[in-house]
């Protein structure tokens, strides 16, 4: 059974930082796509960042380039978004997500229908 799992998640100010992690059991991680996505209260559903399983593509959604820093460590199954200059519009609760498909060729996908487990999720919240 695949399982992830994120932490790091938590209350901090504008102009903070944080860094979340997803740990993931369950398939052979280091063969993988790993995203990361999050949901803003009544929003829909947005893509935030992804890496490529041999983490050298990454790809962020606008709003987060430049700030947010995706990376993995395939020794501790475990991928990792730096959130730094953190605002208000950055409140969601984020999820990570593995790709279905072992070893994708091109580009990683910001697709949600591309992920085919996904964990519970972590809390970000940023005060003004």
């Known amino acids: 059974q695949v399982r992830l799992v994120e932490s790091g998640g938590g209350l901090v100010q504008t102009g903070g930082s944080l860094r979340l992690s997803c740990g993931v059991a369950g398939r052979t991680f280091s063969n993988y796509d790993v995203s990361w996505f999050r949901r803003a209260p009544g929003k829909e559903r947005e893509f935030v960042a992804t890496?490529?399983?041999?983490?050298?593509?990454?790809e962020y959604v606008d709003s987060v380039q430049g700030r947010f820093t995706i990376s993995r460590d395939d020794a501790k199954n475990t991928v990792y978004l730096q959130m730094n200059s953190l605002n208000p519009e950055d409140t969601a609760l984020y999820y990570c997500a593995i790709d279905r498909r072992a070893l994708r060729l091109g580009l990683p996908s910001g697709r949600a229908d591309d992920y085919d487990f996904w964990g519970q999720g972590t809390q970000v919240t940023v005060s003004s």
């Open positions: 890496i490529k399983w041999d983490g050298v593509n990454k």
